[in-house]
Antibody, heavy 125, light 111 residues
Framework: EVQLVESGGGLVQPGGSLGLSCAASGFTFSTYAMHWVRQAPGKGLEYLSSISTYGGDTYYANSVKGRFTVSRDNSKNMLYLQMGSLRAEDMAVYYC??????????????????WGQGTMVTVSS | QSVLTQPPSVSGAPGQRVTISCTGSSSNIGALYDVHWYQHLPGTAPKLLIYGNSNRPSGVPARFSGSKSGTSASLAITGLQAEDEADYYCQSYDSSLSGVVFGGGTKLTVL
């Protein structure tokens, strides 16, 4: 079964750091670009970051640029998001998603065809 | 405020047809970047409904269709069912922002 499972969410103080993980299974992880998306309470989906198949090309939303770092370990089928200088407005459910591209010329605007169930990050003192 | 504008809400009776618009500009949809659509039920993972403007992934009913023209895209749902009640989001790329963007989302209510 194709699956993504996020972990690492929790409570963190403002200004703190937290690392999220996304475990992939059921597909050849190294052949897909991967992405992070979040949804704050009562808000819509917000794009955060993308990483290409071998990690050489990354993108970040302006809201997290310089504070968040995306990485991947294809040998472990793992995707990561290291978050720093966390703010109250970073409180959200964080999703990882697999990128799908039918034309070969999509990245980073892939369609996100497989999503994890999400992990909650709470930023509060 | 997203660069892709969606109506906050739409509604329709069972069996009816509804459309959800996604209005952009010359730096995103009008620049020929693909539009993708998602359905999101609270507490669940978003689901890809339409990719590449008008293509349906396997398993998505033919009641869902997508189109794009100029600087706008639309998601149409025919034969509305109670289970369609959810939030719907469009996604594209914006060259001014140099990044992927989501629309603000539209809440569909089945009356």
């Amino acid at each position: 079964e194709v699956q993504l499972v996020e972990s690492g969410g929790g409570l963190v103080q403002p200004g703190g750091s937290l690392g999220l993980s996304c475990a992939a299974s059921g597909f050849t992880f190294s052949t897909y670009a991967m992405h992070w998306v979040r949804q704050a309470p009562g808000k819509g989906l917000e794009y955060l970051s993308s990483i290409s198949t071998y990690g050489g090309d990354t993108y970040y939303a302006n809201s997290v640029k310089g504070r968040f770092t995306v990485s991947r370990d294809n040998s472990k089928n793992m995707l990561y998001l290291q978050m720093g200088s966390l703010r109250a407005e970073d409180m959200a459910v964080y999703y990882c998603a697999r990128g799908y591209c039918s034309s070969g010329r999509c990245y980073p605007n892939d369609a996100f065809d497989i999503w994890g169930q999400g992990t909650m990050v709470t930023v509060s003192s | 405020q997203s660069v892709l504008t969606q109506p906050p809400s739409v509604s329709g009776a069972p069996g009816q047809r509804v459309t959800i618009s996604c209005t952009g500009s010359s730096s995103n949809i009008g620049a020929l970047y693909d539009v993708h659509w998602y359905q999101h039920l609270p507490g669940t993972a978003p689901k890809l409904l339409i990719y590449g403007n008008s293509n349906r992934p396997s398993g998505v009913p033919a009641r869902f269709s997508g189109s794009k023209s100029g600087t706008s895209a639309s998601l149409a749902i025919t034969g509305l069912q109670a289970e369609d009640e959810a939030d719907y989001y469009c996604q594209s790329y914006d060259s001014s922002l140099s990044g992927v963007v989501f629309g603000g989302g539209t809440k569909l209510t089945v009356l």
